[in-house]
């Protein structure tokens, strides 16, 4: 998935170039690459707001954006809400893994544990998180606590389905291998199938973030007066489509970061798959 | 560790894969299982080891009837199962629980025994087939087993390797008299090192007959007395 | 952009008219549960359709995308967006609703405006209750950093106040009266002229194509207000039942609803003019807008008159 | 994971017991098993409200809760509301993971159309879904359309995710296999990677599934009248705890079944996996 | 199908695993490859078939240099390599373009013919390791391939059927003149099978010796002349 950054360039595309130019390798930069399509968007977005084809009221132009942006950031609130999400986001992921982890471990180990407990967490699965908000507030207030503690509920779901799922999918082999050693349950879910099962997990992880970045803004429904989320709602109830879309632009600046990050963690962790290199 | 084994029986949906083998060893004594491919000498093995519990029959270990691991067993299986995620080296010292230094300088000796010095940083999917193998005999005599169990260990392996390790399977069993059930195809393999070899055959596999090799060890590789046993244990099979 | 009637004879009709409805319009569920609207252009073989409007802010997303035609929202609202740069008009207002004021518990110490500073205030931002408090903090020389403001939907508000987490909120019907009736909560602070009128807005390239047909639209709606005059019992009923709230409820509601002016006039703009000097100071707005015109683009009381003639 | 089906029921909390009673059997028949927690949940739930620990006007009891589902289909509302969900979700269920079986192999396979695709899909991904809601009105205004299509997205992303890791994790010795015999990358993606990559691409399902019921409400919020996310809201607007917690038990259930059917698919589809069997 | 070996090297991150192998093959020609343990008589294989294309040196095929897979090519990998999601008999069909019934009896011919017929329906996880084994012979045979590569295909089975096998494909070899380059630690199936011998040797792994075995096929199993050239090849091997 991530190959490209041990250099290992496509080939079939372009199978005869043996040693590509200095500049051909800077044209075809894995980064240049993924961004031909955002800015080709861009640009041509710019140019329908500045024909008139999108009026500014139902989707202002990405300058009108970016200047949004820069306005919030010379106004000195943009680090405030920028921050704030940023680390309920941490916070909320850190629990959220945690207890996908945990929990997700003994299910997936545990036949009697997971008919215990499985389909109920199945069928919270499905409930939006909008409709956790007055749940939360009910039970933790309108604290902190309770938006990391939403935002953590977010992240658990595709965690721990990959985990479970993960687990079950370790080849029967391997484990075998630790059972003759007399390993305990504990040993073999730490030293062969979590290991094992680390590319589900990974992706899990990665699927829960996105969802934690999803849930901010129900968590930022529950009395925040900071937060993307924050600038997102109000941004709708005043009436703003700069605001929106800014937010809207700062979500997917964020998340496309903290994405960047787990994909290194995933690149780096799984550098022992025998995996396909791709042409 | 001596060993039992005693009207095993193992079927899998109703089809039966090995039916009614009993058979016993001493402390120390080296056991060769032969058959043809599918007899179900994998599945007896397994049996054995505690790692499969849905067979009939017993087996008992120093005369305790066991139906779970034991922790001085070890297992070299048909495949080598090595973990992809670890290095040779982690492979190797695995099982062990010792230090981390100790594990470390047990590792590399196994390793270097096997002829795999200089491979310690290699992961699993840079290794050839027989090496692999190697890392995976390394793993099992790492913990000084004392019944030891291998499933055509030497398959993948030359000539030449496979004597060397034949040898070194001889030195540790020398050294700790550890019990062995060594599956192997080669009969050559099975008179070198067996103190007795049972042969099975048929599909599902039965208990055909026991041949005693009462030759002290080490042996002479292709000796007379050896050459008569093939011969009647190549008669026994092919028929 | 008013239409005149000499053109309106040659005008050709439009193929659907799309109306919405909301539960806090009464009126459009009058309309929508009787049919009127479907009677009145039946004969040309126009199709009338209906869109639930959850809110304001959906009702204008509604109107900018020409999802609808016509769209109820709050005053302020409209006025929000139309400092974006909306094509709306405001043709028609449907009530003057005091559907909010500020709120407090049974128990509470809080019995006036004054009374909250420092205290924890929850209200909607940039929704009609919060220029409401704003108005209200103004009136009597507060300012918004007196109080903590928490910013929390209109529902989990209630629900905070009723928790104890909050102080006061700034309240919104019908979970004002619900709030009322279940945990006898008191509204401490009223004041029906802060409210910035439920507003019937119109695309203006609707208006301006089919300037007859608004009126036509407009006519609908008063036989609705009269009959909501004329029915009040009836009217909680059905507001009632469309919105799934206790009829006590809608009564109380109901109570709360002015039906008397439906024409766009020097009232409403006064208060948007006012509503919009609170948003400009809390930047809902932008600082450069003039206020003024932008309320006088907004509010267009030609086609009512007409009707009326 | 779904090993109770075929009666693998654990071995480890009862290991000597070889035949079970008939009696034994029903008592720990794994839905029985499944509906111990909810049950207790319940109850506990029921006997607060009863003592008055929780106001009504907070949560209402349980009991209150089957009343108004009851009054909601005695009204035969219900079966609209219940039914026009469903048939979103199924259209944008369908529409979802076919784009992301697409996209992702194509992604998964080549290197090129990854570093072109890929990070923009991974920005996008972290947009809640309240924030597409204004641009799907505007680009396909507010039928049916916008809505399936809304919902699609949601299931679009955990299905993609999962596919590119799994296709990305396919053993390359199998791949050499279908190299051998000369396939082409559609008969490779076809006939070995998808089946080997099937176990990701179920969780992907399983997990975009959840994320489409979540992103009912946002659907819905794009002026419906009818539906699970209108009903949600409206409990919200008109502030009706009742229907509320109906919604969301509602949402639970048929989240649940949703899921218990792409369980049992999942189990079906992979009996051929040499999978742990658990204890 | 003819092929030529021209100054192959192949290095993984720095370290040469094969260098500068060279050899050629005509058609019909059944070629050995012998040598100890990770000396790269896989890696050669594989760039042989054209999987591995990070070589340096040519591969040539019927005189034409190529760098990718031959589709008259069939490859009998080191370990099995089944899908384990297909039945033995959907994985034996695998690669046959045929229609559905006549892929069918394709398919349950060649289940027979390597001692599997009653195992179609089962799937890779409940077959034995030699079975497996058969199954991906039978897979690389079905179909009728010009040029076989074939890497240890026989290691894991018993001595019975391997010699069944042996004579299966020289059955092969006799009806279609395949070519074939057969990887093997086995000198006495060397002898048995090939035309040809080559020997590597070392770590990186470099050409020693190559011996023409005249002997017309099918030879006798043990035969006097045979016997010689083992001794020579045993020779040449544990130096
Ligand atoms: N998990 C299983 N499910 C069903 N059948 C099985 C399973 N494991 C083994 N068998 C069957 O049991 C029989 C014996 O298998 P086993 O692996 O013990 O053979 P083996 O003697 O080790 O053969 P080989 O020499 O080929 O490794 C075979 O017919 C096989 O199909
Ligand atoms: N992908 C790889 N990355 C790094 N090194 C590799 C890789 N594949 C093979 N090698 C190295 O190449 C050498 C030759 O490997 P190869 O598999 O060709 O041996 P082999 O002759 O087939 O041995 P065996 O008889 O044990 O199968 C080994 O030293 C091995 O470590
Ligand atoms: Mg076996
Ligand atoms: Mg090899």
Redesign the pocket.
């Given at each position: 998935m991530a190959n490209h950054q041990n250099g290992n360039t496509a080939s079939l595309p372009f199978p005869k170039v043996k040693k590509a130019s200095p500049f051909k390798k800077a044209m075809f930069h894995p980064f240049i690459v993924g961004s031909i399509l955002p800015v080709i968007l861009i640009i041509v977005w710019e140019a329908l707001s500045r024909a008139g084809v999108i009026p500014a009221y139902q989707l202002p132009s990405p300058t009108a954006i970016v200047d949004k942006i820069i306005e919030l950031a010379e106004k000195g609130t943009l680090w405030g809400h920028v921050g704030i999400t940023t680390y309920r986001i941490f916070l909320g992921f850190l629990l959220g893994t945690a207890a996908a982890v945990i929990i997700g471990s003994f299910v997936g180990f545990y036949n009697r544990v997971e008919q215990l407990l499985d389909p109920m967490i199945q069928a919270f699965r499905s409930i939006p998180s909008l409709a956790w908000v007055p749940l939360f507030i009910l039970w933790m207030s309108i604290g902190e606590a309770s938006k990391v503690a939403l935002i953590a509920v977010g992240v658990f779901f595709p965690v721990y389905l990959n985990i479970v799922s993960g687990i079950s999918g370790v080849d029967r082999k391997l484990i075998e291998v630790g059972k003759m050693y007399g390993f305990t349950n504990f040993q073999l879910v730490k030293r062969i199938i979590l290991p094992a099962s680390l590319p589900s997990f990974l992706v899990g992880m990665r699927s829960g973030l996105g969802l934690g970045w999803m849930f901010v803004v129900a968590a930022e429904l529950m009395g925040a007066s900071q937060g993307l989320g924050y600038l997102l709602v109000v941004g709708q109830n005043t009436y703003s489509p700069d605001l929106i879309i800014a937010s809207i632009v700062l979500f997917a600046i964020l998340g496309k970061v903290t994405d960047a990050l787990l994909k290194r963690l995933e690149y780096k962790a799984l550098h022992w798959q025998d995996r396909l290199e791709r042409s | 560790m001596s060993l039992m084994v005693k009207n095993v029986t193992?079927r899998?949906?109703g089809?039966t894969?090995?039916k009614n083998i009993s058979f016993q060893t001493y402390k120390g004594e080296i056991v060769g299982l032969l058959?043809?491919?599918?007899?179900?000498?994998?599945?007896?093995?397994?049996a054995i080891s505690g790692l499969d519990e849905g067979y009939e029959g017993e087996v008992s270990l120093n005369g305790n009837a066991v139906r779970n691991v034991n922790t001085n067993a070890s297992f070299i299986f048909?495949e080598p199962r090595l973990m992809p995620w670890l290095t040779v080296k982690d492979n190797v010292s695995f099982g062990l629980s010792e230090k981390k230094q100790e594990k470390g300088l047990k590792a590399e000796r196994y390793i270097e025994l096997v002829g795999l010095k200089g491979y310690e940083n290699y992961y699993p999917l840079e290794l050839s087939g027989g090496m692999a193998q190697r890392v995976a005999i390394a793993r099992a005599l790492v913990t000084s087993p004392e019944l030891l169990l291998l499933?055509?260990p030497f398959s993948a392996l030359d000539a030449f390797t496979k004597m060397q390790l034949q040898d070194l399977l001889l030195k540790i069993w020398s050294e700790y008299r550890s019990t062995m059930v060594l599956?192997t195809?080669d009969i050559d393999e099975a008179l070198y090192l067996c103190d007795r070899i049972i042969i099975?055959t048929g599909?599902?596999?039965v208990f055909k007959q026991e041949f005693v090799i009462e030759e002290p060890k080490p042996r002479r590789r292709g000796s007379q007395q050896v050459a008569a046993y093939k011969e009647r244990i190549l008669k026994c099979l092919e028929l | 952009s008013a239409g005149c009637s000499s053109e309106a004879s040659s005008e050709t009709g439009p193929e659907k008219i799309r109306l919405d409805y909301a539960y806090y319009s009464p009126t459009s569920l009058v309309v929508k549960k009787f049919g009127w609207a479907e009677e009145e252009f039946e004969k040309e073989g126009i199709e009338v359709s209906y869109t639930l409007s959850q809110g304001s802010n959906k009702a204008l997303e509604f109107l900018n995308s020409d999802s609808v035609d016509f769209g109820s929202t709050a005053g302020a609202a409209a006025l929000m967006a139309k400092a974006k740069g909306s094509p709306i008009e405001n043709v028609y207002v449907y009530s003057k609703p005091e559907w909010t004021a500020l709120v407090t518990n049974k128990e509470s110490k809080i019995e006036k405006v004054e009374d909250l500073k420092g205290k924890k205030v929850a209200a909607t931002l940039g929704t009609d209750p919060y220029i409401f408090l704003l108005r209200a903090l103004n009136e009597k020389g507060l300012k918004a950093e007196d109080i903590q403001l928490v910013n929390l939907q209109h529902g989990d508000g209630a629900n905070a106040l009723a928790s104890g987490d909050v102080d006061a909120w700034a309240g919104l019907d019908p979970h004002m009266a619900r709030a009322e009736l279940e945990t006898g909560a008191k509204l401490f602070y009223r004041n029906p002229d802060f409210n910035t009128y439920g507003f019937l807005n119109v695309r203006s390239d609707f208006a301006e194509k089919y300037p007859n047909y608004v009126e036509r639209v407009i006519k609908v709606y008063e036989k609705a207000r009269k009959w909501v005059l004329e029915n009040p019992g009836e009217a909680a009923e059905i507001l009632a039942e469309e919105a799934n709230i206790d009829v006590e409820v809608a009564k109380k509601e109901l109570e709360r609803n002015d039906f008397s002016n439906p024409v766009p006039g020097t009232e409403h703009k006064d208060a948007l003019k006012a509503a919009g000097k609170v948003l400009k100071k809390g930047e809902a707005i932008d600082k450069g807008a003039d206020i003024e015109k932008l309320v006088n683009d907004l509010i267009n009381p030609s086609y009512v008159k007409k009707e009326d003639q």
């Open positions: - | 193992r899998f949906n089809n894969a090995v058959g043809t491919s599918g007899c179900g000498k994998s599945t007896l093995l397994r048909q499933d055509e599956v195809h099975l599909q599902p596999g | -």
